[in-house]
């Protein structure tokens, strides 16, 4: 049962294709505020889900900031 809820594995070297998927991932599976706590937009279980620690796992593998990976986020890049 641990390895279904364990995350998943950022691969290394960071492609262009898991570099996008990363970006879409922490867009997509944001913070939500909920009156008991964050939940996570898209799969509204507690954040940070299992999708969002990928894309911020990956986008720091391939050198982001966590700056930069809020500019991603927000889509303003």
Same mark, same amino acid.
């Given at each position: 049962?641990?390895?279904? !809820?364990?995350?998943?594995?950022?691969?290394?070297?960071?492609?262009?294709?898991?570099?996008?998927?990363?970006?879409?991932?922490?867009?997509?599976?944001?913070?939500?505020?909920?009156?008991?706590?964050?939940?996570?937009?898209?799969?509204?279980?507690?954040?940070?889900?299992?999708?969002?620690?990928?894309?911020?796992?990956? !986008?720091?593998?391939?050198?982001?900031?966590?700056?930069?990976?809020?500019?991603?986020?927000?889509?303003?890049?």
């Amino acid at each position: 049962m641990s390895a279904v !809820l364990a995350d998943f594995p950022v691969l290394t070297p960071v492609t262009d294709e898991d570099l996008a998927l990363a970006a879409r991932a922490v867009r997509v599976h944001a913070p939500e505020p909920w009156p008991h706590g964050l939940l996570c937009r898209s799969e509204r279980v507690p954040y940070p889900c299992r999708l969002a620690r990928w894309g911020h796992a990956t !986008l720091e593998a391939a050198g982001f900031t966590m700056q930069q990976a809020e500019t991603i986020k927000d889509g303003t890049r």
